[in-house]
């Protein structure tokens, strides 16, 4: 019988040998201090539990060894099948038919899932799915999506209070580099649906442009360019604003479209736009008070004897970076929602960056640096290598769904066509999609890399969301089958 130390019926058995140990000898011992002496055998041949004499020897005033001999004589219990002294623990071989019965009985009544899982929890606000607009939502961005809403559902189902937000990408050099190429070199016309993924090429066409023309005359006129409309942005004002704000709508709606895909809801939307005056504001008070200093120009904080070396918060151009705005929007994070903990999603390779920001937000005094936590995911690459918006080999997300939707429904449906209405049909098709990419993403522990695969994840045997969902199907056609409730 297999347990560990947070599962309920090791809970249960535990506490119930030891009232049973109590009674025996009549201790005036804790029942919660006697339950703290059951341990697991390190080989489950020696037992399913042990529980140590120890704290018994001072009151009894015996040996250890002594009290678990005396206990094996004549230990009687439903619970135990047999037991044999060990030294000085006492071991149990469980009767499997009485520990069964106790996992079904509540399962059948229910009760199991009625139980409180968690006590006491602080308040907890998770940020995941960044994504940035202006550029093209691809299948690498899934594994941030799914890891995140897989948590912030079990944190709910385990009865913590919690709050999803999303930190979309609207501002910064991506954008700028997209609006520059939009207004002076491209030639085409916006088409009437998915505009949001069509603006993902220009952002690619931009950097290859770009790349193409460093170390040219031109290099310096368009790195002048791109600051003078990330300024324009940050003024509010001007043909690029006007046109950021249009362009930024069309992203907006491609990332919700995902969102409604996956069935994933946020409780608040805060965007970089919406940090990024703010933010400079608080860091130039920072400044001003003394708590921040100025280096070549780049006002940040010195972490060198944190070995985190220099962390800029406004650059010498006046603007400010992804540091800037994480710094201003733990305060605000913690100011709108009353929470008590902060989870950020972020993939593995922001981990430096993360341990700069909470070491700023320690130093300037803001007293919930504690409680902010980086989880870390590695990267999720296609058979033939990294993915890159830059340089535009990705493969886009919905291109990636038509894909997975129309070979299941080849391979798997279209024999059900004309059975099935095809409404039926498209509805299948999305949901085994669905579950492939989610369950795909979740599966693999969060420090390795995915490869994804569409053929490997869309399996109908081996460990895939497919299989899980057949395996489920076949359980309810036999429950319906037995007459037995399947609710």
Known sequence: MQFNYHNKLY??????????????????????????????????????????????????????????????????SDLVKSSQAAGPYLNFFLNPETCNQLILDEILSGEAFKKEIIKEAPKTIIEYSQPNTHKELHVGHMRNLCYGNALVRLYRYCGVDTIATTFPGDMGTHVAKCLWYYKKHNTQT????????WLGTLYTAANNLLEEQRGSDKEETNRQELTAILHELLAEKGEYFELWKETREWSIELMQSVYDWADVKFDRWFFESEMDAPSLKICQEYYEKGLLVKDQGAIGMNLEDDKLGFCILIKSDGTGLYSTKDVALAKKKFEEFGVEKNIYIVDSRQAFHFKQVFKVLEKIGFSQAKDCYHMPYEMVELTDGAMSSRKGNIIALSDLVNQMENKIKSDYLEKYRGDWSDEDIEKTAHMIANGAIKYGMVRMDNNRKIVFDMNEWLKLDGETGPYLQYVCARISSLINKSGQPSD
């Open 11 to 76: 809970f249960q058995l535990a506490t119930q040998l030891a009232e049973l140990v109590s009674q025996k000898f009549d201790t005036q011992v804790e029942i919660g201090d006697l339950y703290k002496l059951f341990v697991l055998p390190p080989n489950p041949k020696q037992g399913d539990l042990a529980f140590g004499c120890f704290i018994l020897a001072k009151q009894l005033k015996q040996a250890p060894p002594a009290i678990a001999q005396a206990l094996a004589q004549d230990f009687k």
């Open 190 to 197: 916006p088409p009437e649906n998915r505009k949001g993924a």
